[in-house]
């Protein structure tokens, strides 16, 4: 698969209809470089391929149209948004084109009206067919299928995780085509009932007798059974693979966040302290009015008093009296005839002088009670003010302390929201909840994937045994020997592929390893090489040490050589195809023949890497890739491009117009003046 161009019409800051961008399919210079700054289009461009062969991009349907385009629509006014791309696969040259048309209703709400893909192909003759509509995105993922693409359409932060997949290993058995020998072996496996030699099995004529047809009975029930456990392993096995898929995702982000996860904590805290601050301001202001109000009167009377106490000091007549005595009372003494005291009234007549001369002083009778009276009062007062200045400037220093504190931690509040805003907002316990629960539905089916593995087992060794006794039973029957034979070459073809499938995986897997190394030390300088596991995942190695941690630019570096590495394979096997005469090898030639070398479509892959990593792996890339497009900023572009310019055969530059964020075009040339 070789890529001739692609065209953008509206499609996000490629305003109108743009200019084509023709690549490079020259043998020599495979290379294609379009420059472009940051906020320009270049994550767009990269974009833009994957949204016309699979409709997948990571923008939302109503974020595709043009901005500019978008704000001069009128209501019942329609545009289109299209992607097409120009390929050629397997000697044919397929013209593909996504369209998605919106339009503006009444209300100036935005629209998606329809969406269309239109696939059609050139003949032998020049003559374009078109192919029918229902068949379009099967005849793209026949020529790259979508699970393969994202080793040829990636960024730099994919690099990082292309070999972390979990499909990966899927992918690389269909990119070397081992995957088409599982496919036929599959076809033949004689243990499920809906094989070629499963329904060979069924057509065996084992007799009518009880026995007979018990056997033939319990094989039918058991495979079907079996294939039932089959499935429902496979699916709980996916789901298995998507949980953990899940729980390297949330630990990557758990990971990842850690610094949001303290930010969030200390938010926490903060509106903890802003609730506590407030409320005790609250209180301060209470403390301060109740203060206020009990000691400000006699403060602010402070004056008054001493003059009046000056008036009382001087006066003539002044006599206590009894504090609170009322003339009721010592009229009652009086007419009783003896004192509280007990002392009798009725013949003591200097006793009774007594009492009467107290009853003269109670008011209005003596102005002197009075006056002692209000002595005691304003003394009372001149107490209670002595304490009021300095209660009052505590209070109000509290108050102000309160506030300032209540100001700090607001704006604490502030920054650490402000840091929060700009990680995305993550809510890093709602993460870690959905890793708890995330666990407990991985830990339920894989006890079901085991349950169902001994189902199978179980079935199995029911089925292997009902075989045999079938078997016994249908030798002596004439008609049965042409079925047994089929069974025997079906049988004897199925251990055939599935040793070859068994040999071809080891063999592609050596070779794999050994490419990637090779091209590994090519692009590292130093005692490390990489090993692989049974799922095609690699880690790094050292001479002594073994297993080694990786940093963010080793890492980019390991999953360059294996992205190299896996298409160096495709392209060698598919160079050595015609050199296979051994007929012994024939099937060898048909896995060969399905294999498809594929372009790399790369933006920003240098942006983990060092100056000499990247030098590099831009001397690599070209030489194992059949066909290279780089979408790069200039400042990477720079330690590239004394590696690279002699491969490059043709080259663009994203130019936003009048510096707008919603406006680009791609023009021709420009990396050389770099």
């Known amino acids: 698969m070789i890529i001739k161009s692609i065209q953008l019409c509206n499609f996000r800051q490629y305003k109108g209809e743009q200019m084509p961008i023709v690549f490079s399919t020259d043998e020599e210079q495979n290379v294609t470089i379009i420059l472009g700054v940051n906020t320009s289009g270049k994550t767009t461009l990269s974009q833009a391929f994957r949204w016309c062969l699979y409709d997948q991009c990571n923008y939302k349907p109503q974020e595709l149209l043009n901005r500019e385009v978008e704000d001069d629509m009128n209501p019942g006014e329609a545009k289109d948004v299209y992607v097409e791309i120009i390929l050629e696969h397997e000697k044919r040259e ?21 969406s269309s893909l239109k696939v059609q192909y050139r003949e032998d003759d020049g003559q374009t067919q078109p192919v029918r509509s229902e068949e379009c995105e099967d005849t793209i993922n026949k020529i790259l299928p979508e699970d393969l693409s994202d080793y040829f359409f990636f960024d730099g932060e994919q690099v990082s995780e292309i070999n972390n997949k979990r499909d990966v290993a899927k992918a690389v058995r269909g990119l070397l085509g081992i995957d088409v020998i599982a496919e036929a072996r599959d076809r033949l496996d004689p ?14 004529d084992i007799g009518s007798d009880d026995k007979s047809m018990g056997w033939k009975t319990s094989l039918a029930q058991k495979q079907s059974d079996r294939d039932e456990y089959i499935t429902r392993r496979d699916n709980a096995k996916k789901e298995i693979e998507g949980f953990e898929q899940r729980k390297e995702d949330l630990a990557s982000l758990l990971k990842a966040n850690e610094d949001v996860k303290i930010l969030q904590k200390e938010r926490e805290t903060l509106e903890r302290i802003i609730s506590q601050t407030k409320d005790s301001i609250e209180k301060s ?11 400000a009167v006699a403060f602010f009377a402070i004056p008054a008093i001493d003059r009046a106490m000056k008036v009382i000091d001087n006066a003539k007549e002044f006599d206590e009296g009894i504090p609170e005595m009322r003339r009721p009372a010592i009229d009652h003494i009086l007419n009783r005839g003896y004192c509280i005291c007990g002392t009798d009234l009725t013949n003591n007549a200097g006793a009774v002088e007594k009492v009467e001369y107290e009853g003269s002083l109670i008011p209005p009778a003596h102005i002197g009670t009075e006056i002692s009276n209000k002595k005691r009062e304003f003394n009372r007062y001149l107490q209670e003010s002595v304490n009021f200045p300095k209660e009052t400037i505590d209070n109000f220093k509290d108050f102000k302390r309160l506030l300032n504190q209540l100001d700090i931690h607001n704006k604490q509040m502030g920054d650490v929201s402000e840091k929060i805003s700009g990680s995305g907002n993550i809510d890093i316990s709602r993460l870690e909840s959905e890793y708890r629960q995330n666990e407990i539905y991985l830990k339920d089916k894989t006890g079901l994937f085991h349950r169902l593995n001994q189902q199978i087992e179980d079935a199995e060794n029911i089925i292997e045994r009902a075989e045999k006794e079938i078997e016994k039973l249908a030798q002596g029957a004439d008609k049965n020997q042409k079925l047994l034979l089929y069974i025997d070459y079906a049988t004897a073809v199925f251990n055939w592929l599935n040793d070859t499938y068994i040999r071809k995986e080891k063999e592609v897997k050596g070779l794999l390893l050994e490419s990637v190394n090779h091209i590994f030390k090519k692009m590292y300088h130093g005692e490390r090489s990489v090993d692989m596991d049974e799922n095609y995942h690699i880690k790094l190695l050292t001479t002594s040490l073994g297993a080694t ?3 963010k630019g080793l890492e980019t570096v390991k999953n360059f050589a294996f992205i190299a590495g896996l298409v160096d394979l495709a392209r060698r096997k598919v160079q050595s195809a015609d050199d296979i005469d051994d007929m012994d090898l024939a099937l060898e030639r048909e896995i060969n023949e399905s294999i498809e070398p594929y372009p790399l ?3 920003a892959p240098f942006s983990n890497a060092d100056e000499i990593h990247i030098q590099n792996i831009s001397d690599i890339l070209p030489d194992i890739a059949e066909q290279v497009i780089l979408i790069v900023m200039e400042k990477d572009w720079i330690h590239a491009q004394e590696t690279l310019s002699k491969k490059v055969g043709k080259s663009y530059r994203i130019e936003k ?10 023009v021709e040339g420009g990396a050389e003046n770099v």
């Open 94 to 114: 397929y013209q593909i084109r996504r369209t998605n048309t919106y339009y503006m209703n009444e209300k100036y709400q935005l629209m998606l009206k329809n």
């Open 191 to 204: 243990k499920r009932a809906t094989t070629v030699t499963g329904k060979f099995i069924k057509e065996l």
């Open 285 to 295: 202001k209470k403390r301060i009015k109740a203060d206020f109000g009990r000691g």
């Open 549 to 551: 941690d990786e940093s």
């Open 601 to 603: 479509v790369m933006d």
């Open 657 to 666: 117009i009048n510096n707008s964020e919603t406006n680009s075009k791609i």
